[in-house]
């Protein structure tokens, strides 16, 4: 029996003599007895049972509620648990590479057959490889946290809670989630007894980075004294901002062989011209910083090819362009697939908002450090962009087909600092 089965084993055999009743909880008699008296008088306080896993404190209060409302009690009762849709986006450490994915996609990579127990009308898998943002609770500070379980299970329908600006969020109807109720405090409110006008809580937050190197070794099929480009080139300012402007304004080209091998490949980046002759001449930097060879030609408009309004600047290196088709596609190499390379959650934040300026300086609006727009007909991209820019410190939102980064700019402040004016203007009132 695998170690997930004991695991599991073990589990199904607590809930069989999970205890009902106060009567039948052992080994923690001062607690017991002061809960029997609850229910003797009752008397029921506000309470909070903290410890260790495994120690009784849901146990207990479902013997408690059990005890005052006799066996029906769960219809006074409410049991909070976290399950979202399938399609929920979420940003994953496997085997200590940080990928931004679904449940969906995790459900393919951990529920194999014959590695998972079925249970009631649930699916249980043991991970030892997965971690996820949480909060610590003695920081305050978004920190990695190793996930022991991943739970499946079928639901009659979802809730979906539809934000201010176009994000939506689908969840079970019992799921929590923090909110700010009419008095500024932060409480756990059912999803399914939102409504509009509340408040959730969301985070940004500045997640440390270690220093990558892209080893295109791998995607160099065979040796040729003619290639002479750098074959580790290390993610730094410079090359995040090339990735960048490469999803903003970029496609790959190859030689189809005979033997569907793809070959002679190219990273193209279209740049407007005049005027963004500043961007080829970063680009032409880069390039020779890594022995890359490049050429630039002049191309029409799509309206009139006869006037020559942009300009192709074209790297020629066959290995780059096989690591972007692998990175930096959720599909075919089109612009509605594209996706941030998992490797810049990995990066320092510095090298994170080269790679997000490289973004805006291909195809963004607005004014860089203030409020910046970046749109895109690739969903997931913008939903990768969200999280990148959430975890660099930058606030962000996901609108229809763009996303939003806000800085504090002059003020000392942004939108995410400040309070809902209602909860203010309610304290006044009751205090005048």
Not at 12 to 37: C, F, G, H, M, S
Not at 146 to 170: F, P
Not at 380 to 400: C, P, Q, Y
Request: proline share 3%; charged share 25%.
């Amino acid at each position: 029996m695998s170690s997930s089965r004991e695991a599991l084993a073990e589990l199904l055999w607590a809930e069989k003599y999970r205890p009902r009743k106060l009567d039948e909880i052992v080994n923690q008699e001062e607690i017991v007895a002061r809960l029997k008296k609850f229910v003797e008088e009752k008397n029921m306080p506000h309470l909070l049972f903290a410890g260790p896993p495994g120690t009784g404190k849901t146990t207990s209060a479902h013997c408690l509620a059990h005890d005052l409302y006799g066996p029906n009690y769960m219809q006074y009762m409410l049991e909070l648990n976290a399950s979202v849709a399938k399609d929920t986006p979420i940003l994953v450490k496997i085997n200590n590479k940080v990928y931004r994915t679904t449940f969906e996609e995790l459900d393919k990579i951990y529920f194999v057959e014959g590695q998972y127990i079925s249970y009631g009308d649930g699916d249980y898998v043991q991970t030892s490889d997965l971690e996820v943002l949480t909060i610590d609770k003695d920081t305050k500070r978004i920190k990695w946290a190793e996930v022991n379980w991943l739970i499946r299970h079928k639901v009659k329908y979802v809730v979906k809670i539809r934000l201010k600006g176009g994000g939506e969020i689908r969840l079970t109807g019992n799921h929590s989630i923090m909110v700010i109720d009419e008095y500024g405090n932060l409480i756990e409110k059912k999803a399914s007894d939102i409504r509009p006008g509340d408040y959730l809580i969301s985070f940004v937050t500045i997640l440390p980075g270690t220093k990558k190197i892209v080893n295109l070794r791998k995607y160099i099929i065979k040796d040729s004294s003619r290639i002479r480009a750098v074959e580790k080139i290390p993610v730094d300012n410079e090359f995040a901002w090339l990735m960048g402007l490469y999803i903003a304004e970029g496609a790959i080209s190859f030689k189809q062989t005979n033997r569907s091998l793809q070959t002679s490949g190219q990273v193209v980046i279209t740049v407007n011209y005049p005027g963004e002759e500043y961007l080829v001449a970063r680009m032409k930097n880069i390039a020779s910083k890594y022995k890359i060879p490049i050429y630039t030609n002049m191309v029409g408009s799509g309206f009139d090819r006869s006037r020559l309004s942009a300009k192709h600047v074209r790297l020629i290196y066959t290995a780059l362009a096989r690591y972007l088709r692998e990175e930096a596609y959720d599909g075919p190499t089109r612009a509605r697939f594209k996706r941030v390379p998992s490797i810049l959650y990995e990066v320092s934040p510095d090298i994170r908002k080269s790679f997000l300026k490289g973004i805006f300086d291909g195809d963004g609006s607005g004014k860089w450090g203030h409020v910046v727009r970046i749109a895109s007909n690739s969903k997931k991209l913008l939903i990768d962009l969200v999280w990148l820019a959430r975890i660099t410190g930058i606030e962000s939102s996901l609108f229809n087909e763009e996303a939003r980064l806000i800085w504090k700019g002059g003020m000392k402040y942004k939108k995410s600092d400040l309070l809902p004016a209602k909860l203010f203007i309610k304290y006044f009132k009751q205090i005048s």
